[in-house]
């Protein structure tokens, strides 16, 4: 594929209810999608930074910059490109993982679909469909908490992660774990909220049977994590401290956790997602998909990653309806607990033109 364009969208959708975590509340989305133009096809991919650098250092218009004055003229010039190419030239540039794999995404999706292969089927998948958890923000009280998982529980959702932070862990962790049973499949995110000094305050967390206590430190404190695994027994997962196949590889050695997410907008792309996810089948550990409140076009994507067979929990990728009224893709709609994995050329969707509209708010044309 010869690629002669990149187009930036910048969409704004409101979401059905405000999100609230550790760094912050979210009522809308703001989001950066990319449109690869090529010879034989196109193909998209969308940029998971924030509005702000709350989440990571990353953010829409500073993503938005670097793919215009950078990312995508590293691109130009080449007679033929796929993605595996595309990391390597966008290598010089230092960081920018979400912008990378937005324009990684894109290539790739405009890549299979000239070759008619499905992205689950590139990345090595081996179910058609995968098991959906559902991430509950934090709340004004813990009845309103109870509440809303009971909504995601009649909704089918198999496994549920709720967001803590300092002042609100246990007693949601406990009321949740008391009201629903032994049996539901239970998890929190702290999103790097607490300390080492925390140790002995979330190992009171130990007695709920949690499957895991997700990112509780700083990111770039591994050797606090590895200290804070040997002080609890509820297993720690890493989330933002993993940002590449090298860092998930120095964190499982160090013991600082026993079970990774992976976000492929963090660590640069779905194909470095499929390495780290080769690293920690390797070495034994369990991989599950993690969230960013992504449109269609990014669900559509996670869903077929998680289709590999070292993702054996649920992950965050939760159907359409849990963030927006109106997807911009046809909705992911979840059936018995789980998404069917799309079996269509690269992403194996495409926004629908009246819908996308309806939430752009600026576009901008790169030729190449």
Known sequence: MKLTGVELREI??????????SFGTLTERSALLLRAVGTEAEGWGECVAMEGPLYSSEYVAGCADVLRRF??????????????????ALAPYLGHRMAKAALETAVLDADLRTQGVSLAREL??????????????????????LEAVAGYLDAGYVRIKLKIEP????????????????????????NTAYTLADARHLARLDPY??????????????????????????????DESITSARAAAAAITLGACSIVNIKPGRVGGYLEARRIHDVCSAHGVPVWCGGMLETGLGRAANVALAALPGFTLPGDTSASDRYYRTDITEPFVLDDGHLPVPTGPGLGVVPVPEALEEV?????????
Request: aromatic share 4%; hydrophobic share 50%; proline share 8%.
């Open 167 to 190: 002042g609100w862990d246990i007693e949601p962790v406990r009321a949740v774990r008391e009201h629903f049973g032994d049996e539901l499949l239970l998890q929190a995110d702290a």
């Open 12 to 21: 704004r959708l409101p979401l059905v209810a405000p999100f609230r975590t």
């Open 124 to 145: 090595g998948a081996v179910h058609d469909r995968v098991p959906c958890g559902v991430s509950v923000g934090i709340m004004d009280s813990v009845p309103q908490l």
């Open 360 to 368: 752009t708010v600026g576009t901008e044309w790169i030729s190449l």
């Open 71 to 88: 990312l995508i003229p590293a691109l130009a010039g080449r007679a033929r490109l796929d993605a595996a190419a595309v990391a390597p």
């Open 209 to 238: 049977g949690l499957l895991l206590i997700e990112q509780p430190l700083d990111e770039e404190d591994l050797l606090g994590h590895a200290a804070l695994a040997k002080a609890i027994t509820t297993p720690v997962c890493l």
